[in-house]
């Protein structure tokens, strides 16, 4: 993977750059807090970076703070404590000209009154696309998510893979290279979640984007990631990173190998050990 | 044996009512005339069809005089309870210094304050119709304020990271979330209009040519013309029904596309 050139250079970006991969962090997550007003420790000295071109999957049990990690890359929320830098100066969250941000939520969060495309369109709107241009690129996040045909229905016209499709066309058409994906298929059914899984994978590789993935499964988050980073709750924290090796494309193949069952092995022991500790914490 | 029309929901949905109300009516008429009862006391259904034909063009007159006190009450509520709403939705500070007044709108009983609205406000029409927005206005504030509080908390979210402007939030999230609150509100205010109209008109009792339905009871009372009391009666219940079903077909009509509440559903 390969930096563009228009990024600037940030001394404190290539001192931290340790893990796997030789391209730069796009988000820099340093030690990072946060605390409910009820006092509740959502996360505690969070460090995490997040390379150009990785997919990473923050996986861990309810609690763990991975969402509010998630967010917090967002630009959602402050932090309590610690810091997150954004890369460039468009990634800024929301930078006005340069963004390349999207966010996908748990649940499809479409606007029932209006159709999908009216949806998708949504974020153009915002910003003020021009109409052919909208219209154009619409088609385009539409026709990448295979709901070129539904772009007239009402969400409640369809099934919860394809509202799950609507909302990722929605990220889509803003043409990212950061999505932030917030359990995105955590309430659909295994086959639906399979193929969207693949579709995803797809497209990450088609457009080079850089994805941070929320996950509690196990399987999910090996089969997509280049990395995941197992969590532990209470309070919810960071506890091991591992770097899944394998090659891009992955499909069937990958499912039922050898090394398939052995990382989710190995990241089942590691979630496993995080949750014991975090019983000890408690005791 | 096969029968559509039980099957068929909107047919039963209108014929079962009118044939509770057609057997009322039946068992009503027949108690009348078994006892023997005196008109003044208990009119049967018929006498009183009979006397809303006799004094059709007054009864129609003074309905119109009602019809348009309620309906100006209730276009004054909708647009006065949607400004309050979006008043209230700037602020908290704003929603909490003046909701208790709307609340205290709510409660205060109309019929003791409508002698003085009537001595403040010389011109009739408006006296009666200030009061019947009083009691109209309080569904369509709180309503359409629980509306554009209830927004998808994500879809906030999303609004807030493309960095939409207020604007934008109220136009296309806010508003659109809102309606089925909205009209819903709508479906209880046109009925306290109605009756905001006919308890202020029976406190106010105006006659002449300003007298409405409230008025032509009152004075049947008094002249123990029981049948026209009731056939002004059934005119105000008549309008009633007719207020809601227009409120229900509005709603229908804009929410018939996604709102649950608006869909037949299918098994």
């Keep these: 993977m390969t930096i563009p050139e228009s990024v600037t250079a940030d001394s404190r970006a290539a001192d931290n750059d340790t893990g796997p991969g030789t391209a730069r962090p796009v988000i820099q997550a340093r030690n990072v807090n946060k605390v409910y007003a009820n006092g509740t420790i959502a996360l505690q000295g969070a460090t995490l970076d997040i390379r150009q071109g990785e997919f990473v999957s923050l996986l861990g049990p309810s609690g763990c703070g991975k969402s509010t990690l998630l967010r917090i890359m967002a630009g959602l929320g402050d932090v309590s404590g610690g810091s997150v830098q954004w890369w460039e100066q468009g990634y800024d969250v929301v930078g006005d000209k340069g963004r390349k941000l999207a966010f996908v939520f748990q649940n499809a969060t479409l606007m029932p009154w209006a159709r999908v495309r009216k949806n998708v369109r949504l974020p153009l709107d915002l910003e003020h696309v021009s109409e052919a241009d909208a219209e154009q690129r619409i088609d385009k996040a539409l026709d990448m998510v295979g709901l070129s045909n539904f772009g007239h229905s009402y969400p409640r016209e369809l099934s919860g893979g394809m509202q799950m499709r609507a909302s990722i066309a929605r990220a889509l058409v803003t043409e990212p290279d950061l999505m932030l994906m917030d359990e995105p298929f955590g309430a659909l059914d295994e086959m639906t979640r399979n193929k969207l899984n693949d579709d995803i994978l797809k497209l990450w590789q088609d457009n080079g984007w850089t994805i941070v993935f929320v996950t509690h499964s196990v399987y999910e988050a090996v089969y997509l990631s280049s990395r995941v980073v197992v969590m532990a709750a209470r309070p919810g924290r960071i506890v091991e990173e591992i770097t899944i090796d394998e090659p891009f494309p992955r499909g069937a193949d990958f499912r039922v190998s050898q090394s398939f069952a052995e990382y989710c092995r190995q990241v089942s022991e590691s979630l496993e050990k995080a949750s014991s500790m975090g019983e000890e914490v408690r005791a | ?267």
């Design chain 2, 1 to 267: 044996m096969n029968l559509p029309l039980i099957k068929n929901e909107r047919f039963v949905q209108v014929a079962a009512p009118v044939l509770v109300g057609l057997l009322f009516l039946l068992l009503w008429e027949i108690t009348v005339i078994a006892l023997d009862v005196p008109k003044y006391v208990l009119p049967g259904p018929i006498s009183i069809f009979e006397s809303l034909i006799d004094n059709f063009p007054a009864l129609l007159k003074a309905l119109l005089v009602t019809l348009k006190v309620t309906f100006l009450a209730f276009i004054i509520s909708v647009m006065l309870g949607v400004a309050a709403s979006l008043l209230f939705i700037q602020s908290k500070w704003i929603e909490m210094s003046l909701f208790p007044y709307a609340i205290l709108m709510q409660v205060t009983p109309i019929v003791a304050i409508a002698p003085l609205i009537i001595i403040w406000v010389n011109d009739t029409t408006w006296s009666l119709t200030i009061c019947a927005v009083i009691m109209a206005i309080f569904p369509v504030i709180s309503n359409t304020t629980l509306g554009l509080r209830s927004v998808d908390p994500n879809l906030l979210s999303m609004f807030r990271m493309y960095r939409a402007g207020r604007w934008q939030e109220l136009v296309r999230l806010r508003i659109p979330g809102a309606l089925p609150y909205f009209f819903g509100g709508l479906r209880i205010s046109s009925g306290l209009a109605l009756i905001g109209a006919v308890v202020a008109e029976f406190v106010a009792g105006t006659g002449g040519a300003k007298a409405g339905l409230a008025y032509m009871i009152l004075q049947s009372s008094y002249n123990l013309q029981i049948p026209k009391m009731f056939a002004a009666l059934f005119l105000i219940t008549a309008t009633g029904i007719l207020l809601f079903a227009l409120m229900v077909w509005l709603s229908n009509l804009a929410l018939r596309n996604w709102h649950e509440s608006a869909m037949t559903t299918e098994y």
